[in-house]
């Protein structure tokens, strides 16, 4: 619950929480997006607190002298620690659902909902009198706004966050809004623009100037491959190698022939599979962090012998840490095929499973 709702936080912070201090949303909907965050968040927060868990309750376990109580009772640690090691298989089962199913379909849900808000924002209700920054890149001041029609319209083009390149200024304006392919565009009517170039003010006219808004383009039903479901990818990765297939296909030719017209195509292009396989490997991989951390948090809580719960919490960051730093070095590669970046991401599972189980058998025996 702690690592789920510092997650959490953290990502309410900057999508959900402005809207609402602008009283721009209701609460209910931040409830509902939040929610909706949730499955996503647990990716990590699970096996975190799974590792944190099994720290601080074996540390002070063994600081309290009653593993040697329990041992003098003739019960061995394997089988005492037997359930644990059963929960942990169920919370990767829960874990493989979070990942490959429920997490997808929520982190989608919450980006239409965060798009619908911004989209009705910027409708009839656009607020007047105001600096609007929802848009990178623009900043715009409505002066009137009568169900939709703006009358006084400026439009700041910025080349980063302080600097700004363009300013148009126009008598009318209207914002049309597709929401299917969501686009937002804002045309503006009877106005004039003063642009820099070359360190020179270039003025100029017009009477329509469409102004299309960076509010994100990708379609509900086509999220991005970080947002897809297993299914969905397995299904993306046969398109792709269709396409391929199809792109380097010809008459009479063998299947080795193929396969090197296929590996020369990749070496000129790249090989836009790679992503896609990394995504699926990661989901899985993920799935069997809660059994790696568990072997390894029992012996460390034991080693440790400390009551603090602040030791633990720091050990389990530092060994979180070490795990993510490789899904990042794998994730930094999954455009470069020649470094199979998709079996990157299993490594820290067997690097933790085998240290875990060497010193729990280390432990078993009083090691």
Known sequence: MVFTFVLLLGEALRGILPLLVDRQVSFGVVVQAAGLLIPFAWVFALPMGMLTATLLVFG?????????????????????????????????????????????????????????????LTGAQLPEGRAITEFPGYIFQVGKNHNGDLQDVMVFVLKDETNAVATVRAARGKL??????????????????????????????????????????????????SDMTHAQLWDELHDWEQRMNTQVSGRNLTKEQLQSRRRELEKLVGDPTTPIRFRIHQQVA??????????????????????????????????????????????????????????????????????????????????
């Open 60 to 120: 002070r376990f063994s600081a309290d002298q009653e593993l040697t109580a329990v041992r003098a009772s003739g019960i061995s640690l394997l089988s005492l620690i037997s359930p644990i090691l059963l929960l942990s298989v169920a919370l990767c089962a829960l874990s493989a659902l979070v990942n490959m199913e429920i997490g997808p379909r929520c982190r989608v849900a919450y980006t239409n909902i965060l798009f619908n808000l911004k989209a009705k």
């Open 176 to 225: 049309e809004v597709d929401a299917p392919n969501k686009r937002i565009t804002l045309y503006l009517y009877d106005g004039k623009s003063v642009e820099m170039q070359a360190g020179r003010l270039v003025p100029a006219a017009f009477e329509e100037l469409p102004v299309p808004l960076p509010l994100g383009t990708q379609q509900a039903f086509q999220p991005n491959i």
């Open 286 to 367: 993920f799935s069997f962090a809660c059994l790696g951390f568990t072997l390894v948090g029992i012996p460390l809580g034991i080693r440790m012998h400390r009551r603090e719960t602040n030791v633990g919490i720091g050990v389990a960051l530092v060994l979180v840490a070490v795990y993510y730093s490789f899904i990042l070095i794998g994730q930094s590669l999954d455009h470069r095929a020649e470094w199979a970046p998709h079996l990157i991401v299993w490594l820290p599972n067997l690097i933790f499973q085998a240290v875990g189980a060497v010193l729990l058998w280390r432990a078993n025996r009083g090691v």
